[in-house]
């Protein structure tokens, strides 16, 4: 099965500060990579797939790259409705699909 | 517009039964696969299991391969989560999601909370 690592585990920014969170895969797992914000009390939303693909109606101030075994995931202004957590997903192939153990985003 | 709602979670002791549902509407059912995805109480997500459109391919994380079971009716748009064995680390929030497609998205349900304890 194919491991995510995520880090930080957690970080704190100033408003309009550019934040990255990172994933390391166990393997190559191409582009199938997802990011997903979630608040508390909400279900997760889906951010980026396929890595750098930013999914509809989502900011653009959100933004991914990466592929094979290294991804980023980047906030290029953070606002104070960014206060979440983030979680990096891998989906390469057959299941079992896997989460990052997630990134806590605090507002300094 | 995408509806996803799951039911049936509740306080249920070890060992014993639950099944999960996820009514859903506003896109077509049996053309997606479907997930099952928890959160233990302050713990990250842990996909657990998915369903072909077409009911026939079944996938399971290990932690619960054995003790639960992933169906779906697509003649009522319901996904079904089967769990049997409950044990306390099974404890969660217990989301439904739909596959994602360029033409619809992805979706989750809101959740249904599971608890098990004596």
């Known amino acids: 099965d194919t491991q995510m690592t995520q880090s930080p585990s957690s970080l704190s920014a100033y408003v309009g500060e550019r934040v990255t969170i990172t994933c390391q895969a166990s393997q190559d797992i191409n582009n199938f990579l997802k990011w997903y914000q979630q608040k508390p009390g909400e279900a997760p939303k889906l951010l980026i797939y396929d890595a750098s693909k930013l999914e509809t109606g989502v900011s653009s101030r959100f933004s991914g790259s990466g592929f094979g075994t290294h991804f980023t995931f980047t906030i290029s202004s953070v606002q104070p409705e960014d206060i979440a957590i983030y979680y990096c997903q891998q989906y390469d192939g057959l299941p079992p699909i896997t989460f990052g153990q997630g990134t806590r985003l605090e507002i300094k | 517009q995408v509806r996803m709602v799951e039911s049936g979670g509740g306080v249920v002791q070890p060992g014993t039964s639950l099944r999960l549902s996820c009514a859903t509407s506003?896109?077509?059912?049996?053309?997606?696969?479907m997930h099952w995805v928890r959160q233990a109480p302050g713990k990250g997500l842990e996909w657990l299991s998915l369903i072909w459109y077409d009911g026939i391919d079944k996938y399971y994380a290990d932690s619960v391969k054995g003790r639960f079971t992933i169906s779906r009716d697509n003649s009522k748009n319901i996904l079904y989560l089967e769990m049997n064995s409950l044990r306390a680390e099974d404890t969660a929030v217990y989301y439904c999601?739909?596959?994602?497609?360029?033409?619809?998205?992805?979706?989750w349900g809101q959740g249904t909370l599971v608890t098990v304890s004596s």
């Open positions: 999601a739909k596959s994602r497609d360029d033409q619809t998205g992805e979706y």
């Open positions: 506003g896109f077509t059912f049996d053309n997606y696969g």
